[in-house]
C-alpha cells in the first residue's frame, strides 16, 4: 500500500492563481481530511468527507473548495491565492470504526507571493 | 476534546528508553489517548492509542495511570530517527461531532548520540 499520497510536493503561485492539490489513499478508507500548518503552529482542519459525495468545512474553510467523487481521491481547491494560505498542506484518512486512527500523506508546501 | 499537558522538551540518549508523559485530566469515559508525532517539515505520523489498559506496538509501548489523568508513551530503544515533536491528543474514538485531531505544541524530544 502507497497509503495517503499528495500531489505537489512544492508549488509556488502568485496571488489570485487557482490550483488543486490532490490527494490519494488506497486503504480503503471512509474517511478523508485536508489540515493546514502554519510554521511553528499546530494542524487546522479545513475540510473533511465521511465517504463519496459528502463533505463538510472544518475550522477554516475560507478560500478553499473540496470534492469527493470516489473514495480514493479528496482534492483541495484553491481558487484566488492569497499570501494568507502559504503554508503546509497535508491530507489524511482513516477508517470509522470504534476509533478513526487518521493516517496523513507527506504534504505539500505552498507558497503564494 | 480533553485538553493535554505536554514538557516542552526532553533529551533522550541513544539506545535508552524515552518516557514522554501527557497530563490529561479531564479526559473523559469515552475519550481515547492517541499519540503522533512529526519529524521535521514530515506528516504527523500515527504511534499508538489506548482507552484505558495498557498498549504496546512494534513502536512504542503506552501506559495509562488507573484514574487516567495522565499517560506515558515510552520508546524503548531511543534512534537519532525518532527525534521529533510529539503529541499526545485526547478525543472521542471515532468521529463524532468533532472530527479534528487537535495538536497542542507537543514535546520535542532530541535523541542524543
Known amino acids: 500500500n502507497a497509503g495517503v499520497t499528495q500531489t505537489p510536493k512544492f508549488r509556488i503561485l502568485k496571488i489570485g492563481q487557482s490550483m488543486t492539490l490532490q490527494c490519494a489513499q488506497d486503504?480503503?478508507?471512509?474517511?478523508m481530511y485536508w489540515y493546514r500548518q502554519d510554521p511553528g503552529m499546530g494542524l487546522k482542519l479545513i475540510y473533511y468527507?465521511?465517504?463519496?459525495?459528502?463533505?463538510d468545512k472544518g475550522e477554516v474553510p475560507n478560500g478553499y473548495n473540496v470534492s469527493r467523487s470516489t473514495t480514493e481521491d479528496f482534492p483541495l481547491r484553491l481558487e484566488l491565492a492569497a499570501p494568507s494560505q502559504t503554508s503546509v498542506y497535508f491530507c489524511a484518512s482513516s477508517y470509522a470504526g470504534t476509533t478513526d486512527t487518521q493516517y496523513f500523506g507527506p504534504g505539500t508546501r505552498l507558497t503564494v507571493l | 476534546d480533553a485538553k493535554t499537558t505536554q514538557p516542552p522538551s526532553m533529551d533522550c540518549a541513544e539506545g535508552r528508553a524515552a518516557n514522554l508523559p501527557c497530563n490529561h485530566s479531564?479526559?473523559?469515559?469515552?475519550?481515547?489517548v492517541y499519540w503522533y508525532r512529526q519529524i521535521h517539515s514530515q506528516g504527523p505520523q500515527y504511534i499508538i492509542h489506548g482507552l484505558k489498559n495498557n498498549e504496546t506496538n512494534e513502536m512504542a509501548s503506552l501506559i495509562i495511570t488507573e484514574d487516567r489523568k495522565s499517560s506515558t508513551l515510552i520508546l524503548p530503544h531511543a534512534t537519532l530517527r525518532d527525534t521529533a515533536v510529539y503529541y499526545c491528543i485526547v478525543r472521542v474514538g471515532s468521529g463524532g461531532s468533532n472530527y479534528k485531531l487537535t495538536f497542542g505544541k507537543g514535546t520535542l524530544l532530541t535523541v542524543n548520540p
Open positions: 468527507s465521511v465517504g463519496a459525495g459528502i463533505t
Open positions: 479531564t479526559i473523559s469515559g469515552n475519550e481515547y
Open positions: 486503504m480503503n478508507h471512509n474517511y
